[in-house]
């Protein structure tokens, strides 16, 4: 298997099909009994997509739509319910553990909150060797230097000086580069980015992100890039997913949706996104209400408690996504409105 897994090539990176993942509500033994069944959280409900090799697929919506729970399937952190995740041609959960284990090493995650994911107790460049000890043990007397040319390429210069450093003697905008620096150095195909500039000053985002892109396009990476701010998404995707209670709602080329959004919740989402014009006011806003309970989601389309076009069909038929324009994908019963 470690020989398949190094040679494939597939155009797809990463193939998901039906992929759901319910996780059972915690309920007493009595609760149980009186109630007569288990309750489950439906975090993703039937979600395909695929992402091809060196481009930059987004998942966005709102809080607990599930987008991290995607992620952590796609790169096998987590069994799916029903369904299944393909990574270069291999089904996941036809892994062994130790299979799983050297997958890994192709497949990087670049979490939220760098101070979280790094060890407080660890110099940096032993956080970033990291991963080379764990994949390639047998090249020891390499890893200093792949450790320093991995820093010098994340700008952190001159990378001797920031080696011994700890994470809490840097900027966040520095630490965030340490986590990016950690993440490359197995060499990866994979990069599941979820939320990365969201917990970094507003004044080194962008710079963040020119980062990511710059390697993106110099490493051939592919990325898996989750956020819950559209903005964020057209600096760096090609396709997005835009995601709705553990389904997609609306699916396609980065242009083409945010130039043609033909879902409502797509459109809010849009209308929602802040512009830097004072003059150019913004007609619509957030659909009222929260997201709802993702434990009994509503009947039929799931937006349709706040969706402004609905109509009876909508609380009683759920919409399956639908090719409505080259390279896009709806599902909603009345999208042909917006077309
Ligand atoms: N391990 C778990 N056990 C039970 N429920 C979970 C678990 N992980 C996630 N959930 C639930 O699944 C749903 C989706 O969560 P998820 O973290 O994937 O959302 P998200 O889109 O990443 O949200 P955010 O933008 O806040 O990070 C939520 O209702 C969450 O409470
Ligand atoms: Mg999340």
Same mark, same amino acid.
């Given at each position: 298997?470690?020989?398949?897994?190094?040679?494939?090539?597939?155009?797809?990176?990463?193939?998901?099909? #039906?992929?759901?993942?319910?996780?059972?509500?915690?309920?007493?033994?009595?609760?149980?009994?009186?109630?007569?069944?288990?309750?489950?959280?439906?975090?993703?409900?039937?979600?395909?997509?695929?992402?091809?090799?060196?481009?930059?697929?987004?998942?966005?919506?709102?809080?607990?739509?599930?987008?991290?729970?995607?992620?952590?399937?796609?790169?096998?952190?987590?069994?799916?319910?029903?369904?299944?995740?393909?990574?270069?041609?291999?089904?996941?959960?036809?892994?062994?553990?130790?299979?799983?284990?050297?997958?890994?090493?192709?497949?990087?995650?670049?979490?939220?909150?760098?101070?979280?994911?790094?060890?407080?107790?660890?110099?940096?460049?032993?956080?970033?060797?990291?991963?080379?000890?764990?994949?390639?043990?047998?090249?020891?007397?390499? #890893?200093?230097?792949?450790?320093?040319?991995?820093?010098?390429?994340?700008?952190?210069?001159?990378?001797?000086?920031?080696?011994?450093?700890?994470? #809490?003697?840097?900027?966040?905008?520095?630490?965030?580069?340490?986590?990016?620096?950690?993440?490359?150095?197995?060499?990866?195909?994979?990069?599941?980015?979820?939320?990365?500039?969201?917990?970094?000053?507003?004044?080194?985002?962008?710079?963040?992100?020119?980062?990511?892109?710059?390697?993106?396009?110099?490493?051939?990476?592919? =990325?898996?890039?989750?956020?819950?701010?559209?903005?964020?998404?057209?600096?760096?995707?090609?396709?997005?997913?835009?995601?709705?209670?553990?389904?997609?709602?609306?699916?396609?080329?980065?242009?083409?949706? =945010?130039?043609?959004?033909?879902?409502? =919740?797509?459109?809010?989402?849009?209308?929602?996104?802040?512009?830097?014009?004072? #003059?150019?006011?913004?007609?619509?806003?957030?659909?009222?209400?929260?997201?709802?309970?993702?434990?009994?989601?509503?009947?039929?389309?799931?937006?349709?408690?706040?969706?402004?076009?609905?109509?009876?069909?909508?609380?009683?038929?759920?919409?399956?996504?639908?090719?409505?324009?080259?390279?896009?994908?709806?599902?909603?019963?009345?999208?042909?409105?917006?077309?």
């Amino acid at each position: 298997m470690s020989e398949q897994i190094s040679i494939n090539k597939n155009e797809n990176l990463v193939e998901i099909t #039906h992929l759901k993942k319910w996780f059972p509500v915690q309920q007493n033994f009595l609760d149980q009994i009186l109630a007569g069944h288990v309750d489950f959280v439906r975090a993703v409900d039937d979600v395909s997509f695929t992402i091809k090799r060196g481009e930059a697929f987004g998942l966005a919506g709102e809080s607990g739509s599930g987008k991290t729970t995607i992620g952590r399937l796609a790169i096998g952190l987590e069994k799916p319910t029903a369904g299944k995740v393909m990574f270069d041609g291999i089904d996941l959960s036809s892994l062994e553990s130790e299979e799983l284990r050297k997958l890994r090493r192709r497949m990087q995650v670049i979490f939220q909150d760098p101070m979280a994911s790094l060890n407080p107790r660890m110099c940096l460049g032993d956080s970033i060797a990291h991963g080379l000890k764990i994949h390639y043990p047998e090249k020891i007397a390499e #890893h200093r230097d792949i450790t320093l040319s991995i820093m010098e390429k994340v700008g952190l210069t001159p990378p001797h000086f920031f080696f011994t450093k700890y994470p #809490h003697q840097i900027s966040g905008g520095q630490r965030q580069r340490v986590v990016i620096a950690r993440a490359l150095i197995t060499n990866p195909d994979l990069i599941l980015a979820d939320e990365p500039i969201a917990m970094a000053d507003v004044s080194v985002r962008a710079l963040l992100l020119d980062l990511m892109v710059q390697l993106k396009n110099e490493l051939n990476l592919t =990325y898996l890039f989750i956020t819950h701010d559209l903005a964020t998404a057209k600096y760096i995707c090609d396709r997005i997913g835009i995601l709705y209670l553990g389904r997609l709602a609306e699916m396609g080329d980065l242009r083409e949706v =945010y130039g043609h959004a033909l879902h409502p =919740y797509t459109q809010a989402l849009m209308a929602a996104v802040p512009v830097p014009n004072p #003059h150019e006011r913004r007609t619509q806003v957030m659909p009222a209400g929260e997201i709802p309970n993702p434990i009994n989601p509503p009947s039929g389309c799931r937006f349709h408690p706040r969706c402004p076009v609905a109509q009876e069909i909508c609380s009683k038929d759920e919409p399956e996504l639908r090719a409505l324009r080259p390279g896009h994908w709806v599902a909603c019963h009345y999208a042909e409105k917006f077309l």
